[in-house]
T-cell receptor, first 112, second 115 residues
Framework: GQNIDQPTEMTATEGAIVQINCTYQTSGFNGLFWYQQHAGEAPTFLSY????GLEEKGRFSSFLSRSKGYSYLLLKELQMKDSASYLCAVRDGWAAGNKLTFGGGTRVLVKP | EPEVTQTPSHQVTQMGQEVILRCVPISNHLYFYWYRQILGQKVEFLVS????????KSEIFDDQFSVERPDGSNFTLKIRSTKLEDSAMYFC?????????????FGPGTRLTVT
């Protein structure tokens, strides 16, 4: 079966750093994706990891440890517009058309 | 920047009625997907589609559901006889076939309300 866990909610202050953890147990693995979703809107792609290590992309970084089934998304210099849900998703196969299995999302609230 | 579009943005229908949700994927993409998100719940995979046939489908995608690419640009999801529990946001997504990321680009969604 597929199991992807992430915290339900986190609160942080504008300008601070927040780390959102994701653990997964899936029958296959070909990449972990992070998406941002504002309320009532579509998920938008943030980052992708398929090998162990850190991927940095501006204020956002994502880390993966395949042996531990663990990833995190790091958001730096938080801005009010970063208030959103952050979705961890695993692609379970090697074909380009393989589905994404999503976690429940972490709602991040940025306070002034 | 190219984007996935979906129509309508909101559809209200009565239980038992048929609905067709429409999507226009990004033009050079070859893989198409439907996901749904029941209010307050996680995004769930329904079906993937490539080369005019279904690549993969979930348990949710039963005989009431069908997908079609009727022409070179549209991708549709049909629900034959809607149930109350089909009320959800339905997202279409597409990805290109080249590269290793194959990130999926999501459309804005169609909110389906079944009464």
């Amino acid at each position: 079966g597929q199991n992807i866990d992430q915290p339900t909610e986190m609160t942080a202050t504008e300008g601070a750093i927040v780390q959102i953890n994701c653990t997964y147990q899936t029958s296959g693995f070909n990449g972990l994706f992070w998406y941002q979703q504002h309320a009532g809107e579509a998920p938008t792609f943030l980052s992708y990891n398929v090998l162990d290590g850190l991927e940095e992309k501006g204020r956002f970084s994502s880390f993966l440890s395949r042996s531990k089934g663990y990833s995190y998304l790091l958001l730096k210099e938080l801005q009010m517009k970063d208030s959103a849900s952050y979705l961890c998703a695993v692609r379970d196969g090697w074909a380009a058309g393989n589905k994404l299995t999503f976690g429940g999302g972490t709602r991040v609230l940025v306070k002034p | 920047e190219p984007e996935v579009t979906q129509t309508p943005s909101h559809q209200v229908t009565q239980m038992g009625q048929e609905v067709i949700l429409r999507c226009v994927p990004i033009s050079n993409h070859l893989y198409f997907y439907w996901y749904r998100q029941i209010l307050g719940q996680k995004v769930e995979f329904l079906v993937s589609f490539y080369n005019n046939e279904i690549s993969e489908k979930s348990e949710i995608f039963d005989d009431q559901f069908s997908v079609e690419r009727p022409d070179g640009s549209n991708f549709t999801l049909k629900i034959r006889s809607t149930k109350l529990e089909d009320s959800a946001m339905y997202f279409c997504a597409s990805s290109e076939a080249l590269g290793d990321r194959y990130e999926q680009y999501f459309g804005p969604g169609t909110r389906l309300t079944v009464t």
